[in-house]
């Protein structure tokens, strides 16, 4: 993925980012609930999932409601721009077989560290979490010596 620079404009992104905040801020004062996606999709699925079994339910009804609106959202954002703007162009350099794992390794990861980057990176650390600090902190550095390497060391 390359930045055109040239065109780049600032305001769109901060408006992007204001509205990230917003969102968050909104769930957890009038939900009570962190905005970490993993967590999110977790809830709904495993919810879902109880319901089907009937085992215990960890997700009711007015849970597992907001959850769905939430993810829906997040689905529906994408469409709903390119009503208004043309979506940008993206281009996947890479083989199916590297998507997959990459996502396995991600989403091992989010078990692992208790959250996802928008759960501990943008929620966490505006409440000043250790854990989030910590958190966010590796979620960086791996991200830096993962590009590092395979710009620098495997090509």
């Known amino acids: 993925m390359t ?6 404009a600032p305001w769109p992104a901060l408006a992007g980012g204001l ?39 960890t997700a009711k009804g007015a849970d597992l409601g907001w959850r769905a609106a939430f993810i829906g959202g997040l689905l529906l954002a ?21 998507l997959i794992s990459a996502g396995l390794l ?7 560290g208790a959250g996802c980057t928008s759960g501990h990176g943008v929620c966490g650390l505006s409440r000043r979490s250790p854990r989030s600090m910590a958190a966010t902190a590796t979620f960086m550095l791996a991200g830096f010596v993962t590009v590092y390497v395979v710009r ?3 090509t």
């Not at 930045?3 to 780049?8: A, E, L, R, T, V």
């Not at 495993?46 to 339910?57: A, C, K």
């Not at 721009?81 to 199916?96: E, K, M, N, Q, R």
Request: glycine share 14%; hydrophobic share 50%; with cysteine.
């Open 19 to 57: 509205l990230i905040g917003a969102a968050c801020a909104a769930l957890i004062l009038f939900n009570g609930k962190i905005a970490g996606i993993s967590g999110v999709l977790g809830g709904l699925l495993g919810g879902l999932m109880d319901r089907l079994s009937s085992h215990r339910v």
């Open 78 to 98: 994408p469409v709903v721009y390119g009503l208004a703007a043309p979506l940008p162009a993206s281009t996947i350099d890479t083989d199916t077989v590297v």
């Open 106 to 112: 991600v989403g091992a990861g989010t078990r692992y």
């Open 3 to 8: 930045i055109d620079w040239i065109n780049f």
């Open 152 to 154: 620098h060391v495997l």
